[in-house]
């Protein structure tokens, strides 16, 4: 208990899956959490279920104004941000020749735009404070490539850049704030299942039938959280531009 005690931290996309867990995780830890999504009343809910811990913002992270918004209310309710967890993100299904310039421009103001923000007014608040950890959910699709996920794995490989030269830029101007990606394989979660919905497979099936299946395919938000909370918390201050893999040994081989 009390892993990130009297930190404050920011959390996108915390109305499901993993932003969920990972709020959820961080007030259990001692935080005070500033819940942020599109969707309002599952965002309300998660703030509800914390207490008096947490606030949700309505917030969409491709939009500036939104996070001159969301860090100002931070900083009103509870004094400052310590932890950014960029964390929301959208996700669609087309290879580089089906993938229209209106849908690349969909992916990129979410996934990447919304992330750029994050850092830049992220950043701007940390630096009033001792010190600050800014977390950027990646994927292993932003290290590999995924041929079905032409726009999503170059926004999530936009991520992993932007991570590293936050990280330098934090390092050659001596702030105490460090930026590290996180890149998991499949997480179980919404993305994937309304995904695998739209393929008409049914993964609940797999689940019901044979469990196993879906834990050794897929991390649990629980696997991604424990990796947010050390990110977020001092046990980490020397780790900075890292990108972590977490994927069970996607990369691997046995011979
Ligand atoms: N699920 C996976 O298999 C997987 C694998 C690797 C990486 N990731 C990454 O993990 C993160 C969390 O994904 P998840 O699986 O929990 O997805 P999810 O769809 O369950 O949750 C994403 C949340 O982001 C919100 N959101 C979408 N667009 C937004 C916007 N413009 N502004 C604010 N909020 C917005 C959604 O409303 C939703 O609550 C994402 O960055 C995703 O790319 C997921």
Request: proline share 2%.
């Given at each position: 208990?009390?892993?990130?005690?009297?930190k404050?931290?920011?959390v996108?996309g915390?109305?499901?899956?993993?932003g969920?867990?990972?709020?959820?995780?961080?007030?259990?830890?001692?935080?005070?959490?500033v819940l942020?999504?599109?969707?309002?009343?599952?965002?309300?809910?998660?703030?509800?279920?914390?207490g008096?811990q947490?606030?949700?913002?309505?917030?969409?992270?491709?939009?500036e104004?939104?996070?001159?918004?969301?860090?100002?209310?931070?900083?009103?309710?509870?004094?400052?941000?310590?932890?950014?967890?960029?964390?929301?993100?959208?996700?669609?299904?087309?290879?580089?020749?089906d993938?229209?310039?209106?849908?690349?421009?969909?992916?990129?103001?979410?996934?990447s735009?919304?992330?750029?923000?994050?850092?830049?007014?992220?950043?701007?608040?940390?630096?009033?404070?001792?010190?600050?950890?800014?977390?950027?959910?990646?994927?292993?699709?932003?290290?590999?490539?995924?041929?079905?996920?032409?726009?999503?794995?170059a926004s999530?490989?936009?991520?992993?850049?932007?991570?590293r030269?936050?990280?330098?830029?934090?390092?050659?101007?001596?702030?105490?704030?460090?930026?590290?990606?996180i890149?998991?394989?499949?997480?179980?979660t919404?993305?994937?299942?309304?995904?695998h919905?739209?393929?008409g497979?049914?993964t609940?099936?797999?689940?019901?039938?044979?469990?196993?299946?879906?834990q050794?395919?897929f991390?649990?938000?629980?696997?991604?959280a424990?990796?947010?909370?050390f990110?977020?918390s001092?046990?980490?201050?020397?780790?900075?531009?890292?990108?972590?893999?977490i994927?069970?040994?996607?990369?691997?081989?046995a011979?």
């Amino acid at each position: 208990m009390g892993r990130v005690q009297g930190k404050v931290a920011i959390v996108t996309g915390a109305a499901s899956g993993v932003g969920k867990e990972d709020a959820l995780l961080l007030a259990r830890e001692g935080a005070n959490v500033v819940l942020t999504d599109v969707n309002e009343e599952a965002g309300e809910a998660v703030a509800r279920e914390i207490g008096d811990q947490a606030m949700f913002v309505k917030h969409d992270i491709a939009s500036e104004q939104g996070w001159i918004d969301v860090v100002k209310a931070t900083e009103e309710r509870f004094g400052g941000v310590d932890v950014l967890v960029n964390n929301a993100a959208i996700l669609a299904q087309a290879t580089i020749e089906d993938t229209t310039l209106e849908l690349w421009q969909k992916i990129q103001r979410v996934n990447s735009d919304g992330y750029f923000l994050g850092c830049k007014y992220g950043l701007e608040a940390m630096k009033k404070r001792p010190k600050g950890s800014i977390i950027n959910m990646s994927s292993m699709a932003g290290i590999g490539g995924v041929s079905s996920f032409c726009a999503y794995s170059a926004s999530k490989a936009a991520v992993a850049g932007l991570t590293r030269t936050v990280a330098a830029h934090c390092r050659a101007q001596l702030y105490k704030v460090r930026c590290n990606s996180i890149h998991p394989d499949g997480i179980a979660t919404p993305m994937v299942f309304n995904l695998h919905k739209e393929q008409g497979q049914n993964t609940s099936y797999v689940r019901e039938k044979d469990p196993r299946q879906l834990q050794a395919r897929f991390a649990q938000p629980r696997d991604i959280a424990n990796l947010v909370l050390f990110l977020a918390s001092d046990e980490s201050s020397f780790i900075n531009g890292a990108e972590l893999r977490i994927d069970n040994g996607y990369l691997m081989w046995a011979d």
